[in-house]
């Protein structure tokens, strides 16, 4: 049973446009979500984060929203640029838990 | 500049054969992972480590094994080698205080 869910395998944007990547979670304990970009044959490499006790943190074009009730984060990109082009993992990790919990990632393509 | 290395970068191997995948780290973190990326189920925990001499079970760690004499190394071994553990494997180290983890560039695993 997976505790945190991307829904959306992949997500086309035109360039210059938002993306928003979505993700879900199941587990009460999660109390820090994290957003990491994926380029081919790379590993993955960490963008940005948000604590369960914010619901908005921002940095730069990148900004992740936090829904606790909901149990669902978002990542908005914007203005989306053609090297933001990449595979996305939503993760997320339990109070005193420093390993984490990703979600199946969602294929990003922005077009020229 | 720190980092996280992992070798080899791509490994063929025969079914029934130990194979160990090695991965080393020099920002000096405490705590070590091994996930694994398959298509679908995005990265998996196998194991990992908060210190010398600990180690932990993830998600998928049937199969597999670490072990922790050093700070900066995480071998992990496959005792008996399966076609379903071809994958990309991805090591991964973070420190005491951050959850953000720094992953290695992977090794490319096929079992024949």
């Known amino acids: 049973d997976q505790q945190v869910k991307q829904n959306s395998p992949s997500l086309s944007v035109q360039e210059g446009r938002i993306s928003i990547l979505n993700c879900d979670y199941t587990n009460s304990m999660f109390d820090y979500f994290l957003w990491y970009k994926k380029y081919p044959a790379e590993g993955p490499t960490f963008l940005i984060s948000?604590?369960?006790?914010?619901d908005k943190n921002e940095d730069g074009r990148f900004t992740v929203f936090l829904n606790k009730s909901a149990k669902h984060l978002s990542l908005h990109i914007v203005p989306s640029q053609p090297g933001d082009s990449a595979v996305y993992f939503c993760a997320a990790s339990g109070r005193s838990a420093r390993q984490l919990t990703f979600g199946s990632g969602t294929q990003l393509t922005v077009l020229p | 500049d720190a980092e996280i290395t992992q070798s080899p970068r791509h490994k063929i191997t025969e079914t029934g054969r130990q194979v160990t995948l090695a991965c080393h780290q020099t920002?000096?973190?405490?705590?070590m992972f091994w996930y694994r990326q398959d298509l679908g189920h995005g990265l998996r925990l196998i194991h990992y480590s908060y210190g010398v001499q600990d180690t932990n079970k993830g998600e998928v760690s049937d199969g597999y094994s670490v072990s922790r004499s050093n700070t900066e190394d995480l071998p992990l071994t496959l005792e008996s080698a399966a076609s379903s553990q071809t994958s990309v494997y991805f090591c991964a180290s973070s420190d005491q205080s951050n959850t953000e983890a720094f992953f290695g560039q992977g090794t490319r695993l096929t079992v024949v």
């Open positions: 920002w000096n973190h405490n705590n």
């Open positions: 948000i604590s369960s006790i914010k």
